[in-house]
């Protein structure tokens, strides 16, 4: 393993790799001395924990090279720093790819469907009708439902993200003392 | 909205990783290894960190001047202890009164609810 935890280090910056390579190296070393006499599913658990730890640290200090202190903010993940200013909360940004990722997969086939379409290309013979089911409308009917639910989950996860929905809830007519910062 | 007084607020709330970090080298300076298994115990297991995690989070907290580099005896294997500095362990005290305010307001609430 420390073999791959070696070659994952050369992901990290060179700078960073000469300032904490060979101690990380040594911390990589004794954890996975001290997991050696575990059951394999805990060794295999600790060494993917290692892994994706080396591979996410790798890609943040990359950032932080890139785009200096303020990067990681653009690509941070999870609550490693939290911040009190709004964030666009990732799940939108990855419903909205999702979502145009169906449009521009929706107009590539309607345009294979217009050149497939006898009027469009003299040399397609004329369309079947072809034998509709029930059992095609049924598959239909729950993947559209599957969707939705899916859709719908996004919006209220994204939502729950924002703080819309907690802000919604908040009750601001109690008289709690406001917080009092210490000195 | 929350409102800022302090400049020592100004990086709270910290999250759960930086925090036991931070409790892990509270009563006396730790390498690397002996933080990940300071945590461990602290959290009884709950929070595992990752080596990759540990140093990005000792990188950030080396360049904002909450830890610093200590020199132990025993630094061989590439063993580097840290410590927290003056401003650590304010930052440190800040949180921990943060933190027991909003869980006296909310035992109160909570309380309350439950009448």
């Known amino acids: 393993m420390l073999a791959i935890y070696r070659a994952l280090l050369y992901l990290y910056p060179p700078r960073y790799r000469t300032h904490y390579g060979e101690e990380m190296l040594a911390v990589l070393s004794e954890v996975d001395g001290a997991t050696n006499g575990n059951k394999p599913l805990v060794r295999a658990r600790s060494c993917f924990r290692e892994v994706t730890g080396l591979l996410n640290g790798a890609f943040h200090e990359q950032v932080r090279n890139i785009f200096g202190a303020k990067g990681n903010s653009l690509f941070s993940f999870g609550r490693f720093s939290m911040r009190s200013e709004f964030r666009f909360p990732k799940a939108t940004v990855t419903l909205m790819c999702l979502i145009l990722a169906g449009v521009l997969l929706t107009i590539d086939k309607a345009k294979a469907i217009q050149h497939s379409l006898p009027y469009a290309n003299p040399q397609v013979g004329p369309i079947e009708p072809e034998q509709f089911t029930l059992l095609p409308l049924l598959l239909l009917t729950l993947a559209a439902a599957c969707l939705g639910g899916v859709i719908a989950w996004g919006i209220v996860f994204a939502m729950r993200r924002s703080g819309v929905q907690r802000l919604s809830e908040l009750d601001l007519t109690t008289s709690d003392s406001p917080t009092k910062l210490p000195n | ?115």
């Open chain 2, 1 to 115: 909205m929350r409102h800022v007084t302090d400049k020592h607020i100004e990086s709270l709330p910290l999250s759960e990783p930086v925090l036991m970090i931070l409790l892990g080298l509270a009563d006396q300076p730790r390498h690397g290894y002996a933080i990940l298994q300071e945590i461990d115990k602290m959290s009884q297991g709950r929070v595992q960190l990752s080596t990759g995690t540990l140093y990005g989070a000792l990188h950030r907290l080396l360049e904002d001047g909450w830890i610093e580099r200590f020199s132990e005896n025993d630094n061989s294997r590439g063993k580097q202890a840290y410590r927290l500095t003056q401003l650590g362990h304010r930052k440190l005290q800040h949180e921990v009164h943060r933190l027991k305010h909003l869980t006296r307001l909310a035992s109160t609430r909570v309380a309350r609810g439950a009448v």
